[in-house]
Each structure stands twice: as C-alpha cells, then as structure tokens.
C-alpha cells in the first residue's frame, strides 16, 4: 500500500531514530488501518497521514534536541601560521565526548589524519605547498555535542623564502589558556612580510584582546599619518568583534597598539585599526595620561635598540569577578575593561630593563601622571596572572632601574 510504502522510507531514513519506536509505529499503523482508515473518505485520509507524520517529526526532533549536551572542549597547536613549503601540524583535541572537524571555509590545502574521534586525541594536519605570493588562511570548527571551538591558521606566502614561526617571540607573554580565546600573530603587510607586525591574545566571547605583544624600533616608525580606517580584523569572523564603525558612546576606541607605532607606511597603519585591537577606553584616560605614557616608550624607544611592549585590558580584578558591557553600533553587548596595563622590556645591547604600568579604566584626575602608577613586571603578572617576558629571570622583571627608566 503507498501509505505503508511512505512509513518504511520514513522509518529508514533515521526520523525515528531507534527499533523499539519503529515496532510501536508499525503496530499504531496497522491498527489505525484496520480500525479507522479504510472506512474514510479519500480528502480526509490525506489530511489524517500529513497529520500522523507532522506528530512523527515532532516527537523526533524532540528526542534528538534532548540528545545533545554541553561538554568540556579544548584545542591546542604549537604554531597556527603554517610555513609556505609543505609540511605537518599537530593539533590536541581534550574532550571526554564525541568530536568532529569541520573545514568552515571548506579549503583544500588543508587535511586532517582523522576528522572525528572520541576522548582526548593528538591529530595530525597537513598543508600543502603554498606557491602564490599571498598568505592564505582557514577557520577550522571542531564540535563536541553543542560546544564547538574555532581555530584559525595561516600559512606564509611563497615571497617569505620559509621563514618559521615559531610562537615564541620574546615580547609574547607565556601561553595561557582562557575559554573561548585564540592568539593571533600578524605579520606587516606587502614586502616587509618577512617581519612581525603583532600577537593578540583574543576573547572571541568578550570581544576584546586580553593583550596586544609588539616589538618597536625606528623600522617600524616613519612620517605616515593616522588612515583612521577602522574596519573589522579579517583574521577573526565578524560575528567574534563589536562592531565599532562610528565609535562607542561615552567611550574612546582606544587602541592596545597604538596608530602612532606603525607609521612606516600607510598598510601597516591600517592594520592598528583592526577593531580587535579596540576597547572601550575611558576618553579622558586615553587622551591624557595614556597617551602620554605612549609617547614617552616612543621616546625610550630611540635610546635602545629594541623596545617590547605588552599592552593589555583586563575585565576583572582579583576582587571583583563580575563584567561589565557596553554596546556597540548594532546594539550587541562586549566587554568594559576595568583597567589597562603596560608591561616594557627594553634591549640595550646584551642587557635588558623592566617596567610595567596598571592604570584603572576611569577618569585619573586632572593632576595625575602615568608614573603614578608604575609597578615592577612581577607585580602586574600577580595583578594579571599572565607571565611576562619569559626569557627573563625574575630578578630582572623585579626591579626598576631609574636611570634607565627617566
């Protein structure tokens, strides 16, 4: 009957899900035909079968929605910019369920040794030769019952000659795991490619970075003005960043990388502009002290050969757990920070000089200047819990050299 023929596809197309729901439909068909069916007009057996088969997907849907569950879900690489030459990727995935990758970009340069798993597991990714002279990127999702995780990588255009990242830049703090956050390294657009623009540490939830890590010397400063091209950062989905077009009201778009350290040319300043290098910057902090204080590491940067600079916006305290939002240009909620920090490491020939800065995101007053709230680098990392400038020893990031720092 075509009827019975409609229940068997329904059946093996997996709507209803398991044998014992299967039994109980084939024993309700037959007695609905026995009993009812066979005595109904033709209009109104059709309204009755569309009837039965809705309560069907109905009761379906339902049962597979309560299937799903919210599980731990972490993943972990060593680098995420790949070199141009062909090569191999280690990725961990720690999760006690069931996983799957998914290419949301659908590229074809990249494969997986396996694209789903259960448990904990160590897979190997594998990138082709990149030939082309542009540096291609790849937003993969691994997704454990209703948690997924983005990931994104990159790999050097063929104009880099090879160059390896290897993630461990002096001025990038110790590698720290917060959920939802991704740590990206931007290298200078065009021919200088070859040198390292920036490292975010990037709260995809929160909307903001947790710190900016930069180097600065007079190759990177030149006599380009500000482009005030605010766009969204093209490494991180749109969807993961506040939409800061028009600015923030009663707030600054405040830079963690400030415009005025990129000035070599006019690509490189754009990139300052990205908004996930923005917060919510309280407007007489960010054009008074603030950028005072960024003037003055311009200032002690000539005097040494390389300054490394951490800048950071910290939404919590360590006695006070709670976050506060601001809204964007749509209406959607990012976080406020409560305050923000510096933390400087000056290179001069084999020796090297610490600093650090914590300033409250509020009004400081009218009589306030940024070496009023100068602390040594082993306090901001008690304050932060970040580690700074690893490569140092303590001794070095707990003292405060005033003839240096003047």
Request: net charge neutral.
């Amino acid at each position: 009957m075509f009827s019975m023929k409609i229940l068997n596809s329904f059946t093996s197309n997996n709507v209803v899900q398991n044998r014992h729901q299967n039994f109980i439909l084939q024993n309700l068909y037959n007695i609905i035909v026995a009993k009812f069916i066979h005595s109904m007009p033709k209009i109104q057996f059709v309204f009755f079968i569309s009837v039965f088969f809705f309560l069907i997907i109905s009761c379906s849907q339902n049962e597979n929605n309560t299937d799903a569950e919210e599980v731990p879900l972490n993943l972990s690489m060593d680098t995420t910019r790949f070199v141009a030459a062909e090569g191999h990727a280690s990725l961990l995935i720690e999760t006690p369920g069931t996983w799957e990758i998914k290419e949301a970009d659908n590229q074809s340069w990249i494969s997986f040794s396996s694209k789903s798993g259960n448990d904990t597991m160590k897979i190997q990714i594998h990138f082709e030769k990149n030939s082309s002279s542009s540096e291609r990127f790849a937003q993969l999702v691994v997704s454990s019952g209703i948690t997924t995780k983005r990931l994104y990588v990159s790999q050097k255009p063929a104009s880099d000659g090879g160059y390896v990242f290897n993630g461990n830049y002096f001025e990038m703090p110790k590698d720290t795991t917060i959920e939802n956050c991704i740590k990206l390294t931007r290298f200078l657009p065009g021919a200088r490619s070859y040198m390292r623009n920036y490292t975010m540490f990037y709260d995809t939830s929160m909307k903001l970075a947790y710190w900016v890590a930069y180097p600065l010397h007079e190759n990177y400063i030149g006599s380009t003005s500000r482009t005030e091209e605010w766009a969204y950062d093209p490494l991180i989905l749109s969807g993961y960043q506040a939409n800061l077009f028009g600015g923030i009201s009663g707030y600054d778009r405040g830079h963690q990388l400030p415009s005025a350290d990129r000035t070599y040319n006019v690509a490189e300043n754009y990139t300052t502009f990205y908004f996930s290098n923005m917060t919510a910057q309280n407007s007489v902090l960010n054009q008074g002290i603030w950028v005072d204080l960024e003037n003055q590491i311009r200032t002690w940067t000539k005097n040494c050969d390389t300054m490394y600079v951490v800048t950071g916006a910290m939404i919590k305290t360590s006695t006070d757990n709670s976050v506060s939002y601001v809204l964007d240009k749509v209406g959607a909620k990012f976080a406020l920070p409560k305050y923000y920090f510096k933390a400087l490491a000056q290179k001069r020939g084999s020796n090297y000089y610490t600093i650090a800065y914590k300033i409250n995101n509020a009004n400081p007053g009218s009589s306030a200047t940024f070496t009023s709230f100068q602390m040594n680098v082993s306090q901001l990392e008690k304050e932060t819990g970040f580690t700074f400038f690893p490569a140092l020893s303590e001794t070095i990031k707990g003292e405060i050299n005033t003839s240096i720092w003047k």
